[in-house]
């Protein structure tokens, strides 16, 4: 996105750009309140607090008195209120909400917006929706255009689409290749050839430059158990994206759904200290390798519950308007040159 730095406009990737959790629509809609003016080259992105707090009193807590007044009540006093009731006794946080009436929301973001412009700093606030998790929600056949356009209608129903700019929203579409009773696995040989199948308006005018994605620092390759063959990977690819609509790619395996936590769990980053016998951590390691090694056992099917496969996927996060127009399918060559399979049992 473009915002305005000691006047001059440069481009920034949004999720540089400092925010806050805003508001939680449904399970997992999260809006974020985007501060342009708070970014700053090399700097943190976290907003001080004497920041929010001004937010909070002088913005946010006014705007809803304006609007509901007699629901006030509902809403903490001041930040420094809010704080506390958040807290435990041992200074961890559990943060708590309250709900807004539809009928309100219209009068209480123009309120909120008019309050955060008196302040350079939070000048020019936006607000972003952010949908999370809903991997799989929706399901279709990709060689049909019918479908295609009927599942992205019904997933995108929430959206009053006269009152926003498609080409500003973005749209995760997934592909993934199975095989009954394996794990499959993405060759690293065959990343350029996705790359060319992700982004064929971008090959078509200048092929070296997909090339060159490769040796850029938006191209992180993700190996696959410390194996030099398989490997995916994940590629913000920029302004060569551009022509095609696309933004990210993730090009990556499901077998991490049995040991992938958003925790610092069983299947957490070691330290080499961990190594060191008879100190605390070595005790819970060998602890934990035990428990990792009933995971895999269950995963081959050795107690003889079914396996766990694993699908190779083909993920590209797209501008809305094109999102029905692409990964309709992936060439069998391709298919061939890019993915292995391997029986469960022998992988896990």
């Known amino acids: 996105m473009l915002i305005w730095s000691q006047n001059e ?12 959790g805003f508001a939680k629509i449904a399970q997992r809609h999260v809006t ?5 003016h708070l970014y700053s080259p090399g700097e943190s992105r976290k907003i001080p607090t004497t920041t929010l707090k001004r937010i909070y009193d002088q913005c946010i807590r006014p705007a809803v008195v304006d609007v509901m007044g007699e629901h006030q009540a ?9 704080f506390e009731l958040a807290r435990d006794r041992t200074g961890q946080l559990h943060f708590g909400s309250v709900d807004l009436p539809v009928a309100v929301l219209n009068d209480f973001c123009a309120g909120l ?4 412009d008196e302040h350079p700093d939070t000048r020019d606030a936006y607000f972003l929706h952010e949908l999370r998790g809903t991997k799989g929600a929706t399901v279709h056949d990709p060689l049909s255009q019918r479908d295609r356009w009927e599942v992205l209608e019904d997933f995108m129903a929430f959206l009053d689409l006269e009152a926003i700019n498609p080409r500003e929203w973005h749209i995760d579409v997934g592909l993934e290749v199975h095989v009954d009773h394996h794990v499959l696995q993405w060759l690293e040989v ?6 060319n199948h992700a ?6 005018r200048n092929p070296r430059s997909i090339e060159q994605l490769h040796d850029h620092d938006h191209f992180k390759l993700d190996r696959v158990a410390q194996l030099n063959d398989f490997a995916g990977f994940r590629c913000t690819p920029m302004t060569r994206g551009k022509r095609d609509g696309v933004v990210y790619i993730n090009v990556y395996t499901t077998d991490k759904s049995a040991t992938y936590q958003l925790h610092a769990g069983m299947f957490r980053h070691r330290c080499p200290s961990e190594l060191i016998p008879g100190n605390k951590s070595f005790m819970q390691l060998i602890t934990d390798v035990d428990r990792m090694n009933k995971v895999f056992e269950e995963c081959m099917g050795a107690d003889g519950s079914p396996v766990l496969e694993g699908n190779t996927r083909f993920e590209m996060r797209m501008e809305l308007t094109r999102a029905a127009e692409v990964l309709v399918g992936l060439p069998a060559e391709l298919i061939e040159n890019s993915v292995v399979a391997v029986s469960a049992e022998l992988w896990w």
Do not use: G
Not at 74 to 82: C, E, F, G, R, V
């Open 199 to 204: 982004l064929p308006c971008q090959y078509e």
């Open 32 to 36: 974020r309140l985007m501060f342009p």
């Open 113 to 116: 917006l008019m309050r955060l």
């Open 190 to 195: 065959s990343h350029a050839e996705l790359l």
């Open 9 to 20: 406009q440069i481009q920034v990737p949004l999720h540089q750009v400092p925010n806050v």
């Open 74 to 82: 509902h809403w903490p006093i001041s930040y420094h209120a809010a």
